[in-house]
């Protein structure tokens, strides 16, 4: 580290000196800085954004260029800065060096580089799959096994953690590829988390479908505080994906009189019952302001597993 920096000037004299003019030359001294500096962020993983801290101590009223360096091991370097404190963006993995100059008003300079200031760690991999993928509740109870197909060097790694998320408040740590029971039918979007000693998380997602079958009311009660008024359907699962191209999840109600005339209609009926509680969308068939008799439904279901068709009675009473 440099301490002092020797600038040589000609200094042309104000005075003349016995009838002489002379020109002096004149040493400067100047004290320069302890030069130092540090990083805000010294691991991470891919596309890390860290800044270049200046923790150099200047000499008074000095003005000062900077210039910084960041290379790795094959000496290539990727940033060249001449901000006192610049921001940097890192994108490739690896052990980053870090080299500042700072140039003084005399053209002193000096120099501090540093090895292995950062380090960056890829982006992990990480992939599973599960079994079934579309089941209905009453031939699998709910079961289905999870296939890890991450790397098993990063699983076993010490400095990794991980962990499953099945979408149902029930997580797991322990088990790599776990068998999981859901309680009833729904989606349920199961996410596997990692996370490397270097803070690179990741997280894959996907969705477990669990149907069971359909059952309808045979009894609606008008204007009733205990029994219900609305046709709904029991396991109906009324989530319809905006992207769904084989359009599955769409249902179609008829619902006619004794005497076969259609008295209701509609797509994609969302009144539905769940856990014995009565879900009421958008749609809902009321038997009030229905006279007392017998109704015949046909209602048809494009489910997941399988593509039902559903008649039956319904007593409006």
């Known amino acids: 580290m440099c301490l002092f920096c020797v600038n040589l000037l ?32 010294k691991a991470g993983c891919e596309f890390l954004i860290t800044e270049l801290v200046n ?20 000496s290539v370097v990727f940033f060249d800065f001449n901000e006192e404190s610049p921001d940097v963006f890192l994108h490739n993995s690896g ?12 053209g002193c300079t000096d120099t501090l ?3 292995n200031v950062i380090s960056i760690d890829t982006m992990p991999q990480i992939n599973f799959s599960f079994t079934p993928e579309n089941a209905l509740f009453a031939e699998y109870f709910g079961e289905v096994e999870f296939t890890n197909l991450t790397d098993s060097a990063l699983l076993t790694d010490t400095t990794v953690t991980w962990y499953w998320d099945f979408g149902d408040d029930v997580m797991n740590t322990t088990i790599v590829s776990p068998v999981h029971l859901f309680s009833t039918w729904g989606d349920y979007h199961t996410t596997f988390h990692l996370q490397t000693q270097n ?8 969705t477990v479908t669990i149907e069971e079958e359909l059952f309808f009311p045979d009894t609606l009660k008008t204007n009733s505080q205990t029994f219900p008024s609305v046709f709904a359907v029991t396991n109906l699962n009324t989530h319809i994906p905006q992207d769904a191209p084989d359009e599955f999840r769409t249902n179609h109600l008829y619902i006619y009189n004794a005497k076969g005339k259609l008295v209701y209609e509609q797509q994609n009926y969302d009144t539905y019952i769940k856990n014995n509680v ?32 559903y008649g039956g009675e319904v007593f409006i009473d």
Request: with cysteine; aromatic share 16%.
């Open 113 to 115: 580089t540093k090895l």
């Open 55 to 74: 923790n150099s101590t200047p000499f008074p009223e000095d003005s000062l260029s900077y210039q910084w360096n960041v290379f790795q091991e094959d």
């Open 95 to 106: 052990n980053y060096h870090i080299t500042l100059i700072i140039t003084n008003l005399y």
């Open 10 to 41: 000609i200094c042309n004299a104000q005075e003349e000196i016995k009838h002489h003019k002379l020109d002096t030359l004149c040493a400067h001294f100047v004290e320069l800085l302890a030069i130092d500096f540090d990083v805000t962020q």
């Open 199 to 206: 803070g690179c998380k990741v997280a894959l997602t996907k």
């Open 278 to 309: 009565i879900m009421q969308g958008f749609h809902a068939f009321n038997a009030n302001g229905f006279p007392e008799g017998t109704y015949y439904y046909s209602f048809y279901y494009k489910g997941k597993s399988k593509m039902v068709y």
